[in-house]
């Protein structure tokens, strides 16, 4: 069956330093999303990305946050300058058609985002 | 703003006993979709069961069935026969289009003992 991929599984960052999360959606999948879990904590929504921009964006999702269809495989999430509270595992995820039209989110593994 | 409340943070049942989580969730919307995630130790987020708001039926998948009860704002998750395997946090989550998004519950850490 097909997945969502994400690269690296762990990663680790100094406060104040770029990152970029990786993910690879299921390859006939047109609407993607980012979602984090901090430790312990509820799975909570950054942003939904569709036809190359933005459909929606929480709260959460600040000018320090960006995402990029770079190919037409990737789909990053760019953090540009960490802070301790951004460690949390980051989820990404896809679906074929707009969420609810028969379409199950499909969630990736998730990269641990460590901030030091 | 769509809210989703799971006030049951911990539970535990015996194996092969039947268990509910409930799940209660705010929204003035009339169509939207609930939904029930695992999420086992490995931290994968896992599609248990949907619901469509407008569909008076209630969802089953195998084991799993909910009882929604659209006018008390109430979507709980029923486990029949419980396995060791069903050890995990479920998280209830709503989703309201055209709004892409998702929100979920803060989560129930479930245990099956054996």
């Known amino acids: 069956e097909p997945e969502v991929t994400q690269t690296p599984s762990h990663q680790v960052t100094q406060m104040g330093q770029e990152v970029i999360l990786r993910c690879v959606p299921i390859s006939n999948h047109l609407y993607f999303y980012w979602y984090r879990q901090i430790l312990g904590q509820k799975v909570e929504f950054l942003v939904s990305f569709y036809n190359n921009e933005i459909s929606e964006k929480s709260e959460i999702f600040d000018d320090q946050f960006s995402v990029e269809r770079p190919d037409g495989s990737n789909f990053t999430l760019k953090i540009r300058s960490t802070k301790l509270e951004d460690s949390a595992m980051y989820f990404c995820?896809?679906?074929?058609?707009?969420?609810?039209?028969?379409?199950?989110?499909?969630f990736g593994n998730g990269t641990r985002l460590t901030v030091t | 703003a769509q809210t989703v409340t799971q006030s049951q943070p911990e539970m535990s049942v015996q194996e092969a006993e039947t268990v509910t989580l409930s799940c209660t969730y705010d929204t003035s919307e009339s169509n939207y979709y609930l939904f029930w995630y695992k999420q086992p130790p490995s931290r994968q987020m896992i599609l248990v069961i949907r619901q469509e708001a407008y569909k008076q039926q209630n969802a089953t998948e195998n084991r799993f069935s909910v009882n929604f009860q659209k006018a008390a704002k109430s979507f709980s998750l029923k486990i029949s026969d419980s396995q060791l395997g069903d050890t995990a946090m479920y998280f209830c989550a709503f989703m309201n289009p055209p709004k892409n998004d998702m929100r979920f519950g803060a989560g129930t850490r479930l245990t099956v003992k054996p």
């Open positions: 995820a896809s679906t074929q058609d707009s969420l609810g039209q028969n379409s199950p989110l499909h």
